[in-house]
């Protein structure tokens, strides 16, 4: 399997290439609109055609790319068939398999972050979205998010995969890259080191973050799977291209 991890630094979002050695067909998962060119000509440099993209949940940070990369190579938009938005073309379904070539996805509903959230499990790694960060965890204060639910997420659903998975998340804000589930059972500040449920729920009660200053276009541009709502205000337009940081959306 060919893979590439991207990074677009203005929201900090990691997009991971997967692409087929066979058949030359690739997936995006997690494509951010700032950064739609620089995936095509890393694809087209490696002589892939994209085929799909996925989406792990609907994002608060930024507007997936997901509609302008389907516009310009065809590519068809797969996300949780739980969001039920009108612009999927494939609806992912936990326990049914996605192929594309070689190249086997295992769709699993990781809820807490929002209520819909998808991870993606693909041969020795599994891509988190904003449930499972490194060291962290996505907030539970928005968007039908929810810290018991996440808790059972992470500690019933992920922590149960093999301790050697590497965990591959949408965000990081410090650099890193790349982790395992033993990393993240054993470390991780907020749900790591056997937590507790009580623990985590206070954790997560704690963390006082800052409301997300783009998620009311964010949001419902994404349930468009990717569409700049027409409403957002002067100073914000900069925000459809290029998304201000704002932290675990």
Excluded at 66 to 84: F, N, T
Excluded at 98 to 127: C, E, K, M
Excluded at 227 to 249: A, I, K, R
Aim: glycine letters at 8%; one cysteine or more.
């Amino acid at each position: 399997m060919i893979f590439r991890q991207l990074f677009e630094p203005i929201s900090s979002t990691y997009t991971y290439l997967l692409g087929c050695q066979i058949t030359g067909q690739a997936i995006l998962i997690d494509p951010a609109m700032p950064a739609w060119e620089r995936d095509l000509e890393v694809i087209n440099g490696l002589g892939l055609k994209l085929v799909y993209t996925l989406d792990t949940h609907i994002h608060a940070d930024h507007i997936t790319a997901a509609s302008k990369l389907k516009q310009m190579v065809g590519s068809k938009i797969a996300g949780p068939s739980l969001d039920k938005l009108p612009c999927t073309d494939v609806p992912l379904y936990e326990g049914t398999r996605l192929q594309v070539g070689s190249i086997l996805i295992d769709p699993l509903h990781t809820p807490g972050h929002t209520d819909n959230h998808f991870s993606y499990l693909a041969d020795d790694r599994i891509f988190t979205g904003d449930a499972l960060l490194i060291d962290g965890c996505g907030r539970t204060d928005f968007q039908s998010g929810d810290a018991e639910t996440l808790y059972r997420t992470i500690t019933q659903k992920l922590f149960t995969l093999p301790a050697d998975t590497l965990v591959f998340p949408a965000h990081d804000y410090q650099g890193r890259r790349v982790s395992t589930i033993e990393q993240e059972k054993t470390r991780n500040p907020n749900i790591g080191n056997r937590k507790n449920l009580e623990e985590f729920v206070k954790i997560m009660q704690g963390m006082k973050l800052s409301y997300p200053k783009f998620i009311d276009y964010a949001v419902p541009g994404n349930k468009a799977c990717g569409t700049c709502p027409p409403d957002v205000p002067e100073n914000l337009q900069q925000y459809c291209e290029s998304m201000g940081v704002s932290h675990q959306g």
